[in-house]
């Protein structure tokens, strides 16, 4: 059973940091690049960080380049977004989900998000 289970959201104060987790069961984690979605009331989902499955190579949204960094741990099947500077317009619902292509196969996994809320 696939499983991806997002932790560490919360109330945070403009400026402050979070570090979300996000647990992978079910699937070989290490041949799927991971990211991080958010998703704020009334808009769409967005891309916010991903990472390649070997965690050699990143790339951020550009509304956080510079106060977030996506790092992957495949001894432990999790993959983290550490936050900073956290703004009022960070409050979202934060998903993470994996992904595998080979060729013409594509496999999608998400998890359930997390809620981040401003607490100002």
């Known amino acids: 059973q696939v499983q991806l289970v997002e932790s560490g959201g919360g109330l945070v104060q403009p400026g402050g940091s979070l570090r979300l987790s996000c647990a992978a069961s079910?699937?070989?984690?290490?041949?799927?690049?991971m990211s991080w979605y958010r998703q704020a009331p009334g808009k769409e989902r967005e891309l916010v960080a991903v990472?390649?499955?070997?965690?050699?190579?990143?790339n951020y949204a550009d509304s956080m380049k510079g106060r977030c960094t996506i790092s992957r741990d495949n001894a432990r099947n999790t993959v983290y977004l550490q936050m900073s500077s956290l703004k009022p317009e960070d409050t979202a619902v934060y998903y993470c989900?994996?992904?595998?292509?080979?060729?013409?196969?594509?496999?999608?996994?998400w998890g359930q998000g997390t809620q981040v809320t401003d607490s100002s």
């Open positions: 990472i390649t499955s070997d965690g050699g190579s990143t």
């Open positions: 079910g699937f070989v984690f290490s041949r799927y690049a």
């Open positions: 989900k994996a992904e595998y292509v080979l060729v013409n196969f594509r496999r999608i996994h």
